[in-house]
């Protein structure tokens, strides 16, 4: 059920950026002969076809192309380390894990080096407990969220908290953190995270051993949890693939509704959409079940196109027919704002409980400051519910922009200065005719994330996921890579020169030094956790935190000047 990414663009080769090129491996590179890697003990498959090189040339930012000298499909996680193995005994080979090539930037690539197409890597067992705290999912690194769905829906549970989009893979996600909706009751996907399969790089102790280690082939899998190799796990968590590569997780399961009451409310004015937002999710900040189970919001323009203005807001064509845009104020300004919601359904005869369903989501938007008359809402299948992104994807790939470049930008904000965030960069900027896609600005509890994962979050109590994430068509249609990443570059020059905080999601960093601002006074623990967990710098190279150092460099302390 794996989606194909698309094709390289060919604009991305002629990029003034330094991040956006393509890079074919070149004649005299001293890369290993291809005979020594296809006589690799794997169950697997290796592929130099340039086909292939080219899928692990692709991601869906489709803006960044570095070809790899060759993809390797693993069948188990013994393969994952027979290769790790291999990259060590090179001078100068690198290993990117790549799930379902949704990265933006490049991250899961790896120029001349091997890319992981992990999606071979599947498996799913769904575990029942005496106690629906001890029920879980296991799932292969590989294997898409849509599918861990289907598996869980089918013994009627599934995990509580959910990326939007439901085709990536277990594994991916949890190197970054996996967000959505339910993130302010559950927290990110990996805040509930059982436990982990993990093959790292060769460890220092390894390295010190190194030519007993190399010439058995063993590998550094390990098995890891908050109780068992405690600073793996967390280490793992949003680590950006540096520590290790997942080939299992156990993911807590809960019992799962059969549908949801889904609800859009339109809001004027932006002070009052993010009050009614707070609001909300601190009904459940000490776990109860008063208010709604998923929380999301987004800016939009103010106006009837159905891409970037409130003609996005309607369910249906009914809907649409009784949207009345005289109930906007005429001094409204050139943003409206959706706040979009769901309510599970408790109890399994629906029928039964639609009035209370209806006294309940009344009893909740009494006291919201929406427009009133501008609320719409519908009952969907939990699945359909879950599933919602993926019926927008279909219509983006019909139309071939689905295709396109798309540099998302993703940023985790404070509370404290959302609103100047809002001011400075929504209102003052070309944002103001929408890019193309949703624009999110929703809030999160920082205590439903656990402090000791990689992931770097705002201090703040409370703080927004503000994404921008573009979608047009591809040039000549639409406009060039280029000139979006430029207006990124320029929107976060912006909010630094009005000294707005901000820490990005999912980072595409350009070096080393720029790590720096970002880990802030964790990056000597990030550095001193690649020292022991990947001390060769052979993983994710995609992410240029660190350089690949020689295989007989016993150095295990990085250079932090």
């Not at 601190?282 to 987004?298: H, S």
């Not at 047009?472 to 909010?495: D, H």
């Not at 964790?522 to 001390?535: H, N, Q």
Request: hydrophobic content about 35%; some cysteine.
């Amino acid at each position: 059920m794996g989606l194909e990414p698309p094709p390289p663009s060919p604009l991305s080769s002629c990029s003034p950026l330094s991040s956006m090129n393509v890079n074919p491996s070149p004649m005299d590179s001293g890369l290993p002969p291809k005979s020594s890697l296809q006589n690799l003990n794997i169950e697997g498959s290796v592929s130099f076809s340039p086909s292939d090189l080219a899928f692990g040339a692709s991601d869906f930012g489709n803006f960044i192309h570095h070809q790899p000298h060759a993809v390797l499909r693993p069948s188990t996680a013994s393969d994952v380390a027979s290769t790790v193995i291999y990259a060590a005994e090179t001078p100068s080979l690198t290993i990117a894990a790549r799930g379902n090539g949704h990265s933006i930037a490049g991250q899961a690539q790896a120029r001349d080096g091997l890319v992981l197409d992990m999606r071979s890597l599947r498996g799913i067992e769904v575990c029942i407990g005496p106690e629906e705290s001890t029920s879980y999912v296991e799932a292969r690194g590989g294997e898409l969220w849509i599918d861990v769905l289907e598996a869980c829906l089918k013994q009627g549970y599934a995990p509580p908290s959910w990326p939007d989009y439901l085709y990536l893979t277990v594994g991916g996600t949890l190197q970054n953190a996996g967000v959505g909706g339910q993130s302010f009751k559950y927290g990110p996907v990996i805040s509930n995270v059982l436990q982990l399969e993990v093959v790292t790089g060769l460890t220092s102790k390894a390295i010190s051993s190194y030519n007993h280690d190399l010439k058995t082939g063993r590998g550094e899998f390990r098995t890891c949890s908050p109780s068992s190799n405690e600073e793996l796990f967390f280490a793992m968590l949003g680590g950006l693939g540096q520590f290790g590569i997942i080939t299992k997780a156990r993911i807590l399961i809960v019992k799962a509704p059969q549908k949801v009451r889904w609800i859009r409310m339109v809001y004027a004015e932006v002070a009052l959409f993010i009050r009614d937002q707070e609001f909300l999710i601190n009904l459940q900040a000490d776990g109860g079940n008063d208010g709604f189970d998923y929380i999301e919001g987004f800016v939009m323009c103010n106006n009837d196109d159905p891409v970037n203005g409130w003609g996005q807001v309607p369910f249906t064509l009914s809907d649409a027919e009784r949207f009345d845009p005289t109930l906007i104020s005429k001094t409204s300004g050139p943003f409206l704002y959706c706040l979009e919601v769901a309510k599970h359904y408790t109890c399994p005869r629906h029928v039964h409980v639609e009035d209370s369903m209806n006294e309940i989501i009344n009893g909740l938007q009494k006291s919201l400051g929406y427009i009133r008359g501008l609320s719409f809402s519908r009952d969907a299948g939990y699945m359909e519910f879950l599933d919602r992104v993926h019926a927008q994807e279909k219509i983006l790939r019909d139309l071939g922009m689905w295709q396109a470049p798309h540099p998302w930008l993703c940023l985790f904000v404070p509370r404290s200065q959302v609103l100047d965030l809002h001011d400075h960069m929504f209102l003052r900027t070309n944002l103001i005719n929408g890019v193309g896609g949703p624009m999110h600005m929703y809030p999160m509890l920082r205590s439903k994330w656990n402090g000791r994962a990689s992931i770097i979050t705002p201090e703040e109590d409370i703080f927004y996921l503000v994404s921008i994430l573009r979608s047009n068509f591809p040039p000549p249609l639409g406009p060039p890579a280029i000139k979006l990443l430029i207006e990124n570059e320029n929107l976060l020059e912006t909010l630094k020169s009005k000294h707005i905080s901000f820490k990005v999601y999912m980072p595409n960093f350009k070096s080393k030094e720029d790590c720096t601002p970002h880990f802030g006074a964790r990056w000597k623990k990030f550095i001193a956790l690649k020292e022991s967990y990947d001390p060769l710098h052979i993983l994710a190279p995609g992410q240029s935190i660190f350089s690949r150092r020689k295989s007989h460099d016993k150095r295990l302390i990085a250079d932090t000047a």
